[in-house]
């Protein structure tokens, strides 16, 4: 199986092209297509891992089904962007229907909170670097003595923003973020990603996954409801741990693109680099098996 790296649709406008998604207007909607792109340090690399687009639309549309509506403390239902996952329904030229079969999702048009809303419920990544340095997670004060990969006491909102393409996201603090979003916005979005991560945790603690943390998006429907859009997570958009690989006081494996980040770091690959580099076969091989791992124990 070869990867898909680019998608056309004929007759059907293209609006933009991400790091692993292209985005179409279609009939009032808009149509969400996960090629097999990988992205990491935000730079798209040149090779891409097969099916991990299919992976990655299956797995939203899992949760999409699994985890709303939800209901807010102020009465706010939030629900999500998909309209349809069947491109069977989808009106779709007929030549492209098989190749974009499991990869596509037709989604409501909706006004972009221009804000990644980062929940994380362990300290890894960047949040552990910050902490050794200064004791905080996006500038707030953590308690003492914690180690690497220790679960946080109740999980953390660490919002950044939300960056053009080829630019960077930063993080931000809490204040600063409700500076940007007004309210009661800004406390819809914060309670509702927090609910997010804890229902999915909880779930996916039966399958013995651990969520260590995750990055949702918000936006604002036709009916100036507060839905969450892009993909919701996703191994791209979270990182997932195997209960039975979890430690506490050292790094975790994930059930993502972690083998091609260390092997980014181990041939001296410069983040600022815009152009990414071939990925070797055998890279290719055991990331896609990562990314199946992950899905297969989620959903089955």
């Known amino acids: 199986m070869s990867a898909i790296t680019r998608t056309e649709l004929d007759g059907i406008k293209k609006i933009s092209s991400g790091k692993v998604r292209e985005l179409f207007d279609h009939n009032d909607s808009l149509l969400f297509v996960a090629t097999d792109r990988i992205s990491a340090f935000d730079v798209i690399l040149s090779s891409g891992i097969p099916g991990k687009g299919k992976l990655l639309t299956q797995i939203s549309k899992f949760w999409f089904d699994k985890l709303f509506p939800i209901t807010l403390s102020d009465g706010t239902q939030v629900n999500h962007h998909l309209i349809e996952s069947d491109v069977e329904k989808m009106q779709l030229p007929a030549q492209s229907v098989d190749s974009l079969r499991d990869r596509t999702l037709q989604v409501k048009k909706c006004e972009i909170v221009k804000i990644e809303a980062i929940v994380r419920g362990y300290i890894t990544g960047s949040a552990w670097s910050e902490y050794k340095k200064s004791g905080t997670v996006n500038g707030q004060a953590i308690r003492e003595g914690?180690?690497?990969?220790?679960?946080?006491?109740?999980?953390?909102?660490?919002?950044?923003?939300?960056?053009?393409?080829?630019?960077?996201?930063?993080?931000i603090s809490v204040e600063e973020y409700k500076k940007r979003v007004p309210e009661p916005l800004a406390s819809q979005i914060q309670e509702a990603a927090i609910k997010i991560y804890k229902l999915a945790s909880e779930y996916a603690a039966t399958k013995g996954i651990i969520i260590a943390d995750t990055k949702l998006e918000f936006g604002i429907d036709s009916d100036k409801n507060l839905v969450v859009v892009d993909e919701i997570l996703t191994p791209d958009s979270s990182r997932f741990w195997p209960v039975d690989g979890y430690t506490v006081g050292k790094s975790v494996d994930s059930f993502d693109k972690q083998f091609v980040r260390d092997w980014l770091k181990s041939v001296g690959f410069d983040k600022n680099n815009p152009v990414g580099p071939v990925i070797p076969d055998d890279i290719i091989v055991k990331t896609a098996e990562k990314y199946n791992q992950g899905y297969n124990l989620l959903t089955n």
Do not use: V
């Not at 220790?150 to 993080?171: Q, R, V």
């Open 146 to 171: 914690m180690s690497e990969s220790e679960k946080f006491d109740e999980p953390l909102f660490t919002p950044s923003t939300k960056a053009d393409m080829g630019e960077h996201d930063e993080n």
